[in-house]
Every structure is written in C-alpha cells, then in structure tokens.
C-alpha cells in the first residue's frame, strides 16, 4: 500500500529527529549526510511540515535589496526553498550552495540558478567566490552546529560586497541548547563586527521557523573593513 500523506509527514519527523540527533553529537559528516540522503523527503515535506520563515525572509529581500537583478548567493540552499519563493518574487540572479549533492541536485532542477557551489563552509574562503562578489547572501534554516556559525560567518560576509545584506533566521531552541548559539554570544560577536567595521545590524526581529518554534531573522550590512 503506497504511504499516505499522514504516513510522509510522519516519516518526516521521524527522520529529522535522527538530524538532531546528529547535529547534537557534533557529527558534521553524518549531517551533511543526512540533507543528501534525505533531500526528497525534506523538499517534498517543506511546506506540510510548516516551515513559515521564508515569506519573511522575502520580505526583508524587497526591503534591503529590492532591485530583482541583485546577485544573491542563497548559502545552505538546500533544495532552492528559499531560492524559488525570491524567484517567485520576480529575483532572477542567484546562486546556491550546498554541502549536500542531493539537496543541490533537487535545486539545478527548479531552473532557478545560475551557478551551483558545493563546498562545506569553513574558516577558509570559499575557492572560485571573490570577495564582494554578492549584493545579498541569505541563509534560511540552517543557522545551527554543523552547518552554519557564528565562527564561519565572516567566510560569507566577505563574499558580500559594501553595503550588501546577509539575511538568515535562527531557532530559539538552538539559542537555548547550545551556548555559540546563544542570543547572547550573537549579540556579542555582532557587537564586536560592528567594532571592526565588518558589518552592523539593520533588524533582528520574531520570525516562527515552524508554528511552535519561535526565534529571530536577522539583517546585517557590510561594512567597508577588509575580513583577513
């Protein structure tokens, strides 16, 4: 008997239990695996599952980069959920990058894209993205351990050019479970990019990533400081 809808919704949150469980061990391999193995199941479930954060990223998108043909690097892209909704919005310059190949793959084939980055994203530049490259990066849903940090996010900001914006949401229940996730390690690392001339923060405001999972979508600016 094929698996009713109930049944993949279920499936799905079974299965991301075993994500967390992973990104609680610290296992980034098995992480990245899990967004390969599990990319159709995630791309097919996005909106039943009743991820909402991504009208709001948009929002901010039409706010602080409103010309459509701004260059924007949808980082963490996933399976072009947050990519298809800007393009939807009329943005038609964007790229994606992914650790995850099957994540990526799903993405390529919503025509959307025009460049395709797989690369994990360390300390260390990105190789083929020159500094200032983007006008906007975007992160939706992965701001959490294994996938994006504070300690990696200069190797994005350094891809924006001056004055661009990152956009990215973050999860309470992240901030409250793990102390480089707190609100107030962000606030602090914030405070010190701002000092050095790095980026400054234009919002940080309530955005749900699910109904029942509150927490923050931020908007940071470049500043015109080299990031070494």
């Not at 391999?29 to 954060?53: K, P, R």
């Not at 602080?64 to 909704?85: C, E, R």
Request: hydrophobic share 40%; with cysteine.
């Amino acid at each position: 008997m094929a698996n009713t809808a109930d049944d993949r919704k279920s499936e799905f949150f079974e299965k991301r239990k075993i994500l967390h469980d992973r990104i609680k061990a610290g296992k980034q391999d098995e992480v990245i695996d899990w967004y390969h193995t599990e990319a159709v199941l995630y791309d097919e479930q996005f909106e039943q599952a009743g991820f909402s954060y991504i009208p709001d990223m948009v929002a901010m998108f039409q706010k602080y980069s409103p010309k459509k043909n701004s260059k924007i690097l949808d980082a963490f892209a996933g399976t072009g959920k947050v990519g298809m909704a800007l393009a939807t919005a009329g943005y038609e310059n964007m790229d994606a990058l992914d650790g995850a190949v099957g994540m990526l793959a799903l993405a390529e084939n919503k025509g959307i894209y025009t460049k395709f980055i797989h690369t994990v994203v360390t300390k260390e530049k990105v190789a083929g993205v020159a500094d200032g490259t983007y006008d906007a990066v975007c992160i939706g849903g992965s701001f959490a351990p294994e996938q994006a940090c504070l300690d990696t996010l200069p190797t994005l900001l350094r891809m924006l050019k001056p004055d661009g914006v990152f956009i990215f949401n973050y999860m309470q229940w992240i901030a409250d479970q793990y102390d480089d996730f707190s609100y107030d390690s962000m606030d602090k690392r914030f405070a010190k990019f701002e000092n050095e001339g790095i980026c400054k923060v234009l919002e940080k405001n309530p955005c749900f990533h699910r109904p029942d999972e509150p927490g923050f979508l931020a908007v940071l600016q470049r500043g015109r400081a080299v990031i070494a």
